[in-house]
């Protein structure tokens, strides 16, 4: 069975720090680029970051540039999705994504992902 499963979401303060995982089951994460994606109420579903298949090359949002790290770790078929200095904009649901494509920089936020978790909260407040 194919399957995504996100977890590390969690209440924080502004200014803190989150690592999100990324599990797959049924299939090998190596072989896909991976996305994050985040939704909070009331305002449409963006790309936050994706991680390209084979060469691991990174993509960002624009808002989420020099705070969140993508990253991936075959032998635990898992990527990471590292969240610093968190703000209260940063609050949402955030889900990870997998695409057989080969994404790049113009394309990473707007390709099909075929397969996606379930998602987890992630909460910025004081």
């Known amino acids: 069975q194919v399957q995504l499963v996100e977890s590390g979401g969690g209440l924080v303060q502004p200014g803190g720090s989150l690592r999100l995982s990324c599990t797959a089951s049924?299939?090998?994460?190596?072989?896909?680029?991976i996305g994050w994606f985040r939704q909070a109420p009331g305002k449409e579903r963006e790309g936050v970051s994706s991680?390209?298949?084979?060469?691991?090359?990174?993509y960002y949002a624009d808002s989420v540039k020099g705070r969140f790290t993508i990253s991936r770790d075959n032998a635990k078929n898992t990527v990471y999705l590292q969240m610093n200095s968190l703000k209260p904009e940063d609050t949402a649901v955030y889900y990870c994504?997998?695409?057989?494509?080969?994404?790049?920089?113009?394309?990473?936020?707007?390709?099909?992902?075929?397969?996606w978790g379930q998602g987890t909260q992630v909460t910025v407040s004081s």
């Open positions: 049924g299939f090998t994460l190596e072989s896909y680029s």
């Open positions: 994504a997998a695409t057989s494509m080969y994404v790049n920089t113009y394309n990473w936020a707007r390709v099909a992902y075929r397969y």
């Open positions: 991680i390209r298949r084979s060469d691991v090359s990174t």
